[in-house]
């Protein structure tokens, strides 16, 4: 089956807004074994949406449409796809509820406009939105269409990926006959073209119906080894030969065989062994015990942490020595570890990590340019009594920066709880 | 003039790369009153590429087309859009020099392939890269197409992107009769249909040649008044008095005047006032302190923050009373003021936020649910020592709450420092 995405709103015309959910809603709907093969993005307009949809519905067997479907006067996608097929609207008591279970959640008066909410398309199969006000809908079997589906969802990308993965992937995976085998090997502290260095000659490995996609990101590279037939089983050996054959190529550097963040990982090794971690963050900010404190149930594992940004701090509330801090600098290895060490006396974790570096754009100098990072662990005796300190250069992007500093830390303590801290 | 962006490329059609390009190539058009009306995502199939420009040139003025340009096998646009108009090749010796020189900066050896960098369309204006080894392309007065223009650029988007700004913005520029202003309110604390409640009928103050637009997102509603016409001044006058009417009706909800994070307005507001900040987090996990630290130069304000997950830490680190704990749960604003005023004591911050909750999936009760997040703030006697504290209810999806409760703390500080507190 092939689809067609139509993004409406005119923020995505102006620039305003990064077409986000295009991507997600390929992605999803590649791993089905559908294939997008356009998308279009148009404004809040009677007549391009009109236009978008009869363009798609003569090439491709689906439409997939988000945005336009809030309360507001500006929201037309509803009313211009019901046109177009000359349909009328029915009211839906279960979007209505859901739109007044919501504001009443946030003890909030419903506003009269919201009513709206409850109208859907007449004879859609209405798909019932759970994080927002917007109900989508399914249409097939359409007079003149009688093969085509269109799909409308909400443009909200928390909304959008909602109702994908609870209704849209579930509706169309029966009708896909295209078997598609997606494996996922997550690698980090290594880049794409070392990678790509490292895996060789892909031919060796490789059959004509699979293919092995690099998929770069600031926290490592993912790649994607994608198998499609039409028998599952068979589907499934080959996929699995070719990840083993990767896998083998580049084992140092796969934190995971499935599409997890390394914190999630992590904390499951925690978890596994009854340890726990607390943070000592610099130049990260935060956003290492942002990432931890990402994943449900981290109370579990995650004491808590500091955030050191000054030097007074580092001293006052961690003990770094003054002197240490005069001789080697804030951003040193040597800090780091005054800091992880610290930071284990103070919070009686298990692990303790710690950052300090220089996140930009300024404050770099010759010999500590923009993009260093000094990375600092301490264990208690339960897991060894650790102490391993890693100096690393990144880029001159600062959130890029911060992204691949708590990256490298949050690998440097799966590492250790796994022993691979010596490799 | 009308506009629409072609982007090609299988990466974006898997959902691999989000197309970021369209989004910057938009908002630079529409500085110069270019609008873009249509967006289309191809892959790299000559017959679809060739399909989308057939669509694009029956219904707009201007082509622009991005991706494909590279020296392998599988970069096809030069050749189907040649091909489409029935034109050949030329040779390029700038084009080819550069491509040369850009591999002697690197040291490396340019493989045979890149001998087609040099190679343009014949006829065209040729617009040469100053980052990367593949020419743009300008063609015009095209036989049958006398008023088209067809735009070719990279697909790498620094490439693609110092393209626009150094060639084809100052081509369009004088060509381009329209003038287009575009406004932004930043609201946050109130949903997208109360806003539009209080905001009330449009047609009071909008005119036929502006429009205004609700965008929502986890951390708020942004309102865009756009404005268009052809005298700059007076275009700028209807945009200011609209601005002006949106502006009274919801003043209490707007944070900022352009499009910045409320992060980078507080930071500025603290710089502005020599006022430090600091955090303590329970429930957001340091996504607060992460936030105030993704703004460069924070250092002058930021000076750091404890996360404090178990109420073993709040009592030790902070000196929170385990009796404040007994009586009203960690949960509660009691605590949250203790949290308050043991970092104001602890980091000598002049103000001091505070955040314990509950983000969920799991741990809500029926008089706590998933979603309730108690606020606390402290001030030193440079900001009249202010005791602030505040409860509120958001959702149950983990991260989503953990933005929301967030945002609700830095808006709590930003109304501090303004004195709004108290409305």
Redesign the interface.
Known sequence: MQAEIISIG???????????N???????L?RIGI??????????SDT?IKA?LA?SLAKFDIALITGGL?????DITKKSVAEFFGLGFEFNDEAFENCKSIFA???????D??RSQGEVIAGSLVLQNS?G?AAGMILHGLAGHDNKFVVIMPG?P?EMQAMMRLSIIPYFQPLSKTVIKHSVLMTTGIGESTLAELIGDEQKFLTATSTL?Y?PSPTGVRLRISTRGTHAAAVENENASIVQAVSSRVEKFIYATDDVPIEALLGKLLKDRSLTIA?V?SC???????R???I????AY?????????NK?KQG?LGVQKETIARFGAVSEEVALEMAEGGLE??GGDIVLSTTGI????GGTIEKPVGLVCLGLATSEKLDSLRITKKITFGDE??RN?ERFSQAALDLARRAVLGLHLT
């Open positions: 005119d923020e995505l015309l102006i620039g305003q807004v990064v077409n986000t295009a991507s997600f809603i390929s992605e999803q590649g294939d997008v093969k356009r998308i279009t993005t148009v404004g809040d391009d978008a363009s809030g309360p507001t006067h500006d959640r946030f003890g909030r008066p419903m506003p406009s919201n994080c006000t909200v928390y996609a998929l943070v963050e990260t900010g935060g956003l290492v015990a942002n931890l404190t990402n449900a149930g981290s109370s995650f004491l808590g942490g500091l955030i050191v940004y000054s701090s509330l103070l919070t996140a930009g754009p300024d600062r959130l911060k």
